[in-house]
């Protein structure tokens, strides 16, 4: 079945930018998205991209889509304290429609 | 933010108990979902319905049962609790079943506990 990894964990320094890494195994998805669930709430969509977009840029984030490695990232930049959070990414499946997640990566911002 | 509420928000219970966690929403979104959060496994879909009286079975779907009465109101039953059942339990809606870039929006979550 479909398939989305992520790395767990990663710290960075306030100011810095962070990058965080998803690969998924369905070629054929329409939609990537990114979620941010702050600690004891919900996921809240943090932004999306089209599969026919290479980069996709949102005030300080940017999202990356190479097709070719299955591979999205997502970039803060300027990382700030309120961003630390685990950022999910989910991917659309072709098939089902349905979201599938990741395992969610933990963002930590030191000041 | 969307306007989905879930009840209870924490619930601690024994195993062999009943436990209905209710999702409700004010959207009047056709598609409505139950998933559960647990550390390592990112979301898992349970069960999720495309109308009223209409459910599907998702990836972990044992031991749950779902019932839709009402296009706003989502209930989810675990019939006799397991510990293993312990996680967060988080409520979506979504307008369409197919991928857009409205996609999917979530409750705030139940925790529930099974000792």
């Not at chain 1, 100011?15 to 054929?28: A, F, H, L, R």
């Not at chain 1, 290479?54 to 309120?82: C, E, F, P, Y």
């Not at chain 2, 996680?87 to 197919?98: D, G, L, T």
Request: charged share 20%; with cysteine; proline share 3%.
């Amino acid at each position: 079945g479909e398939d989305v990894e992520q790395s767990l964990f990663l710290s960075v320094r306030e100011g810095d930018s962070s990058v965080i890494n998803c690969t998924y195994t369905d070629s054929s998805s329409t939609y990537l998205y990114w979620y941010k669930q702050e600690p004891g709430a919900g996921l809240q969509l943090l932004t999306y991209i089209f599969s026919n977009m290479d980069m996709k840029q949102d005030q300080r984030l940017t999202v990356l889509l190479n097709k070719k490695d299955k591979h999205l990232s997502l970039r803060i930049a300027d990382t700030q304290t309120g961003d630390s959070a685990i950022y999910f990414c989910a991917v659309a499946s072709s098939n089902t429609g349905k979201l599938i997640f990741g395992q969610g990566t933990t963002l930590q911002v030191k000041p | 933010d969307a306007g989905i509420t879930q009840s209870p928000r924490h619930k601690v219970t024994e195993t062999g108990t009943p436990v209905t966690l209710r999702c409700h929403q004010t959207e009047n979104h056709r598609y409505m979902y139950w998933y559960r959060q647990d550390p390592g496994h990112g979301l898992r879909l349970i069960h999720y319905s495309y109308g009223v009286k209409d459910t599907d079975k998702g990836e972990v779907s044992d031991g749950y049962s779902v019932s839709r009465s009402k296009t706003e109101d989502f209930l989810l039953t675990l019939e006799s609790a397991t510990s293993s059942q312990t996680s967060v339990y988080f409520c979506a809606i979504s307008e369409s079943r197919q991928p857009t870039s409205d996609t999917q929006y979530f409750g705030p979550g139940t925790r529930l506990t099974v000792l």
